[in-house]
């Protein structure tokens, strides 16, 4: 593929959204000086820091520049002062679930890999999550999250869940077509022994299996999955469902891989698609240097896949492979010896750049003498 100029607006957020944020940027510049394209970063605010200089959790400058962006790349939002208020009338996550709607971002899109060099940091048995890796995709602007909801004059609490077929079939076509590329399995996860939009999810996927004889598709209830998620992971290829579900699930299987710092993730719709970690905004860390970036890196990857630079995206998941296997990493994965957020970033940003005397670049990144980018 030929030379690319993109604009990408930067959400650093809440917490240590900035520092993961940084990382990921190095990485892709260091893409851009390798492989002469041109990124410009936009730089916005969301989240807490928003609402503290604005007093709205996704400014219309912020919505604007995204509208206006060929991809986003978010941090982390959310921030103790709000989240421990449950009065609150305005909160960071507002902003997240608006700009999902706004940038008709309906898919969610997580992959989950259990990597060899990190089994041990796995609260699961090795033998059980050894070889897993599978790809979820969560509805993301329909269901109970953006239902009616409200109290009524007695005091009981209501929150409506909705879904029409139109939004089941644009995200079930995707993970048909993620399934053929892949080992060609599918599972839908419902529960449609009770809810009547989980009976409409099963039959608009019963329909569209039909478009895709060569994905095996298999249906489990939301209660089954979660045990079968724990009890054999290497089960699931590609696993589809609704938005409360996928939330659970999806967070449920990062266990799977040792670290919330080692998930990415991509929100998608027909238009500009938006790229984070799973991991929340984790405020007790902040400026400390010991938050894992390389979920974020791994989300500024699949940035790449989305523009189409395959070999762009490759060279940046085999930097973090060799990060891995060198033991550069942050302290909840390396205890012994622990790496700062910026030192694995450096590394990796090494890495992408071919730079071929690993043990010298990873002395000098422990020595501090790093340099890059």
Known sequence: MGILSKRIVVLPGDGIGPEVCQEAVRALKAVADKFGHEFVFDYQLMGACAIDATGDPLPAATLEACRAADAVLLGAIGDPKYDNNPSAQVRPEQGLLRLRKSLGLYANIRPVTAYDRLLEHSPLKKDRIQGADMLIFRELTGGIYFGEKGRNADGSAYDNCTYSRFEIERIAHRAFRAAETRRGKLTLVDKANVLETSRLWREVVQDLALQYPKVLVDYLFVDNAAMQIILNPRQFDVILTENMFGDIISDEASVIAGSLGLLPSASVGD??????????????????????????????????????????????KKAVDNALEQGVLTPELNAKSPYTTEQVGSFVAYGILDILDCQLHKNNIALGLSTII
Do not use: C
């Open 271 to 316: 238009e500009v698609a938006l790229f984070e970690p799973i991991h929340g905004s984790y405020p007790q860390a902040k400026g400390k240097g010991i938050a894992n970036p390389i979920a974020t890196i791994l989300s500024a990857a699949m940035l790449l896949e989305h523009f189409g630079l395959q070999e762009e995206a490759n060279s940046v």
